[in-house]
C-alpha cells in the first residue's frame, strides 16, 4: 500500500480577536524547549482544578522543567444576567467572578453608575473604597500563591497564603460589614 502526503491547511495560529485574552507564549520559551529536545503542553484554563488558572508547562520526558502560571477570571454570563435587573441588582453580580477582589470588581460598575447620574461620593467614602481595594487586591495575591501551591502539590505553601488571607477577610468585615 502506497503512503500518501497531505498538508494541514489549517492555520496554527487562533484567531486574533482571543490573542488578547490570553498571556502569549514566549517565543523563546518554546525555542528554547525545541532545542532542549522537550515539549511545551497548555493545561487549562478548563482543567480539573479550580479552573481559574491556565498553565504553560515544559516538561522533557516526565520530568517537569518549567511552569509559567497565567491566572484569569472564568467566564460566568454576567452580562446575560444583567440585562434583566436594575442596576442595583447588578451590584452581587459583578462581585462574583473573582472570590477575593470583589471591592474592585464592583468599584468599577459602580463608578460609572455614579459617572451616570452624577452622584458626588463623600471623600470619607472614596478613602474607605481605596482601602478596601487594597486589601482584596493583596487577599487576591495571597489567593493565587495559595492556589498555585496546591497545583503543584505542596500543601503548607497553601496553608501559609491562606492563613494570611484569613487576617485580610477579617478587616475587610470590620470595615464593610460583609465577609468575603
Known sequence: MEEKEFALDVPVQPPKEYESLFLPLPPEFVEDAYRKDEF???????????????LIVRVKG???????????????????????????????????????????????????????????????????????????????????AGILSVFIGHTTGFMWPFGLREYICEAICRISGARV
Open 40 to 54: 511545551v503542553i497548555l493545561v487549562g484554563p478548563q482543567h480539573p482544578g479550580s479552573g481559574h488558572m491556565r
Open 62 to 144: 516526565d520530568v517537569i522543567t518549567e511552569v509559567i502560571p497565567d491566572p484569569g477570571d472564568v467566564h460566568r454570563a454576567i452580562e446575560k444576567l444583567a440585562e434583566t435587573k436594575l442596576f442595583v441588582q447588578n451590584i452581587p453580580l459583578v462581585e462574583r467572578p473573582a472570590i477575593m477582589d470583589c471591592a474592585n470588581m464592583s468599584l468599577g460598575y459602580v463608578r460609572a453608575i455614579e459617572k451616570a447620574m452624577d452622584i458626588e461620593v463623600p471623600p470619607r467614602a472614596k478613602y474607605i473604597r481605596t482601602i478596601l481595594a487594597e486589601l482584596c487586591r493583596i487577599g487576591t495575591h495571597l489567593y493565587d
